[in-house]
Every structure is written in C-alpha cells, then in structure tokens.
C-alpha cells in the first residue's frame, strides 16, 4: 500500500521535468523499478536528489521499497562569504583535529570560515582568524591553534585532544601532521574531495564526486555510484553488509 501512495509523488516530479529512469540490479540487495533523480538549481542553490520506487526480494518475497533516508545526495548553497554544505566538506573544517569527516554530514560557516559549525555523529563548532583558530565538539574534543600567513599559504602549529601538531593550508589543499599520531591532506572544492588520514592508528580514506545525475562516493560505508555512459547508467553499492550492482536507464524525460 505504501508504494502505491508514494505515485502520485512521482508523477509530481516527472512534472518537473526530472528524468525518470527504469533500474534492474543484482547482489545480496538486489532490486528493480524506477527511480527519480532531480537536480535542482535555482538562485544560489544547488542540490542533487535520488528517489528509488520499486520492489527488492526479502526472505523470498516481493517487498516494496520507497525513498530511503539517503535520497539527498548533495546540497550545496554559495552564501558567499558563507554556505552551507551536506555530504561535502569545507576546505577550512578539515584542518582541524577534533573535526573528522563523515558521509551525510552537515557543514555551514560564515565570514570565509571565520565562524563555522558541523553536524554529525559529532557535532563541533569553529573559529579562525588569520592568526588564531579554535574548534570544540560535542565529544569534548578541541583543537587550538595560531597560523602564520606567508602570501596565499598559511603555515601554522596547534595543540589539539589528539596531541600537538602543524600543518599547512593553500586553497584547495590542506595538510598536518601529528607526531607520534598520524596525519591528514584533504583536497576540496564545491562538488568533489578526497580526504586521507592515519590517525589515532586508524587508516582512512573518504573521496567523492558529484555531477549532473551522477555521482562516485568512496568512504568507510563502502563504494556508492550512479556513473552515466551516454543515456545508460551504472549503478552499484558496495558495503560489507549488502551490495548491489546494475543498470539505470531513462523512460520518461
């Protein structure tokens, strides 16, 4: 019954002219039926959607599935000298300690990062100037710093929860580096990044591109795609407890 609600909401979106698409996809989480995936763009917004209508096999029968908790896939809003940012980080959040990168998270900061605040499985909340820079979570961790601007680099040394360090920032690019702990570089602009650390003796790498009805996210959930070639689309999830891998292709423009 459920599926049969949510229909009329997919006739309100083929009226907006979102491309409606037929998936078929095999794996432990196999499914088929159709999926919307609107881009919306108007005024300073920018924002990436992913509505699946269909039915998966669960213990032998046909079960129908409806939009998941993961249909936004990318929001971006330019604020300028501020914004805000869902599944993508900011350049200026990563260089700081306390403040790990998490898929689905919500980042939005003012002044050109001069005030800024995270949601996620920690919640934290920043400052920086061009010489201080301070950030405190929800799990009790901080980080403290001063910075030292050298034309368009800025070089910089601080105390933190996870141990002292230093690092450096030149737009796009961040790095630092904790001794006897670990490091992290993160690479970022408004729709792709990748982020590598070794910290606290954890490996982690989190990567992720988003474009016109597609994207490629590689994180600690595993590998996610809608990839386009021409009008046809791959699709895949890869996690360690379900994975999923087929074909998307449009039926309704």
């Known amino acids: 019954m459920r599926f049969f609600f949510i229909l009329p909401l997919l006739f309100t979106f083929i009226g907006v002219a979102a491309t409606v698409n037929f998936d078929y996809a095999l794996g432990s989480d196999a499914y088929f039926g159709i999926r919307v995936v609107p881009r919306i763009e108007f005024w300073r917004v920018e924002a990436l959607l992913d509505f699946p209508f269909g039915f998966k096999l669960v213990g032998g029968w046909l079960t129908p599935i409806a939009s998941s908790l993961e249909s936004l896939k990318y929001l971006n809003v330019d604020l300028d000298p501020g914004g805000v940012r869902f599944n993508v980080p900011y ?38 100037t061009v010489f201080f820079n301070a950030s405190i979570d929800s ?45 992290r570089f993160a690479v970022e602009r408004k729709n792709v990044y990748l982020i590598g650390q070794y910290l606290d003796g954890t490996l982690s790498l989190s990567m992720g591109w988003f474009g016109k009805e597609e994207w490629f996210l590689v994180g600690t959930n595993g590998v996610e795609a809608r990839l386009k070639f021409g009008e046809l689309a791959l699709v895949m999830k890869l996690q360690k407890e379900r994975w999923y891998a087929g074909f998307s292709f449009p039926i309704v423009w």
Not at 93 to 122: K, R
Not at 153 to 182: A, C, H, Q, W
């Open 91 to 128: 350049l200026v959040q990563t260089a700081f300690a306390n403040i790990d990168f998490h898929e689905s998270s919500l980042v939005g900061w003012a002044f050109n990062g001069s005030l800024g605040g995270v949601i996620g499985p920690e919640n934290a909340m920043f400052f920086k």
């Open 139 to 183: 799990a009790g961790q901080y980080h403290v710093g001063l910075s030292f601007p050298v034309g368009s680099i800025e070089l910089g040394g601080f105390t933190s929860s996870r141990g002292y360090g230093f690092g450096v920032l030149m737009d796009p690019f961040m790095f630092f580096y904790i001794p006897k702990n670990g490091f």
